[in-house]
């Protein structure tokens, strides 16, 4: 079947602006987490959705990122006034259930962003 | 903080080579242990995890892994390479029933002729 699809694979931006991810998850996951992968700093969590419940936030590095998940489904995550140390590869995660930590992640092909 | 430390940033081995990579974890309580691999061009995908149970386990691909509590270890074996396991690696670890992955900062493999 499908897995998880994110968009756009690359965006190339000026400092300052505003940039949306989009992160398709594999149909019927109900969990779904971001993470950001950038050199010297490896994988790093960002946050993380669990059905309808509050949304893990605690490894969004500023009050300039944000997320939100519609319908239980799609997730967008917004970086607002893009800072060049934001460059990096942004990757979705989803799975089936919560399981403890013990579900298996099934990782997207991540979006590339360059801030200029 | 909760950190997973990867020893190797780079291996190069030739085929037909062992491979050991190593992994070790910050102690956190009670820990799933799980390898990644990151093919060129391609999604991160599971190798093989440990939750309980026997702490030798086997993946994909011919990989297994030995959880050592003692050492707080997760180290990745394979007994013989190949060209086609020119990868990136990733250990991670969730702890105490939280669902976001710790991850190390990889260690890149590349096997040659």
């Known amino acids: 079947g499908a897995g998880v699809s994110q968009s756009p694979s690359n965006k190339v931006t000026e400092k300052g602006k505003d940039v949306e991810l989009r992160c398709d998850p594999i149909?019927?996951?109900?969990?779904l987490y971001w993470y950001r992968q950038s050199l010297g700093q490896g994988l790093e969590f960002l946050i993380y959705?669990?059905?309808?419940?509050?949304?893990?936030k605690s490894g969004l590095p500023s009050d300039r990122f944000s997320a939100e998940r519609t319908g239980g489904s799609v997730s967008t995550l917004t970086i607002q006034r893009t800072q060049q140390e934001d460059s990096a590869v942004y990757l979705c995660?989803?799975?089936?259930?919560?399981?403890?930590?013990?579900?298996?992640?099934?990782f997207g092909p991540g979006t590339r962003l360059l801030v200029l | 903080a909760q950190s997973v430390s990867q020893h190797n940033h780079h291996v190069i081995l030739s085929e037909a080579a062992s491979l050991e990579l190593g992994c070790n974890y910050s102690?956190?309580?009670?820990?799933?242990l799980f390898w990644y691999v990151q093919y060129p061009g391609q999604h991160l995908q599971l190798l093989l995890k440990?939750?309980?149970?026997?702490?030798l386990v086997k993946g994909i691909k011919g990989f297994e892994a030995e959880f050592i509590k003692s050492k707080f270890s997760f180290n990745l074996r394979k007994p013989s390479v190949q060209w086609s396991d020119t990868a990136e690696y990733f250990c991670?670890?969730?702890?105490?029933?939280?669902?976001?992955?710790?991850f190390g900062k990889g260690t890149r493999l590349s096997v040659i002729a």
């Open positions: 995660a989803s799975s089936p259930r919560p399981g403890q930590g013990r579900e298996t992640q099934y």
């Open positions: 149909s019927g996951h109900t969990a």
């Open positions: 959705f669990q059905g309808n419940s509050a949304p893990d």
């Open positions: 102690y956190g309580g009670t820990v799933n």
């Open positions: 440990y939750f309980s149970g026997d702490p």
């Open positions: 991670a670890v969730t702890y105490s029933g939280n669902t976001p992955l710790v």
